[in-house]
């Protein structure tokens, strides 16, 4: 028996396939995707827990974030409020912010301390 069609190409014998859902034959000797299994994990890499961020934070930096992001809050959430409020109630807010982000920018360091670019891997 010849490995050549009529048209003179050749052609492959058929070998024993799995067919989906039946149980894969011993005799057949190769490994596929599904037998992989990982190595043991021996690393000790345990992730940071996050802490609270406001637990160490100065106490300038909460105060200027609380008085920035309070004040932008209060200007979009007060023009929906059913309550009249003072003409000066606006100033007062965006003086809030200015307030707040001055704060934030006087609790910047500096100078920076070390060499560190700040990449980690």
């Not at 067919?19 to 890499?45: I, M, T, Y």
Request: charge should be positive; include cysteine; glycine fraction near 12%.
């Amino acid at each position: 028996m010849s490995n050549r069609r009529e048209d003179g190409s050749h052609y492959r014998r058929r070998t024993a396939r799995p067919q989906p859902g039946r149980p894969v034959p011993k005799n057949l000797g190769q490994r596929g995707p599904r037998d992989f299994s990982p190595a043991e994990h021996e690393d000790d890499f345990r992730p940071p827990n996050p802490k609270n961020p406001v637990a160490g934070a100065k106490p300038g930096v909460v105060i200027g974030a609380l008085l920035a992001i309070g004040g932008i809050l209060c200007l979009v959430v007060f023009p929906f409020l059913p309550v009249n409020f003072p003409g000066w109630t606006t100033a007062a807010l965006i003086g809030a912010i200015l307030l707040g982000l001055v704060v934030l920018f006087l609790q910047m360091p500096s100078k920076r301390t070390g060499t560190d670019d700040g990449a980690r891997v």
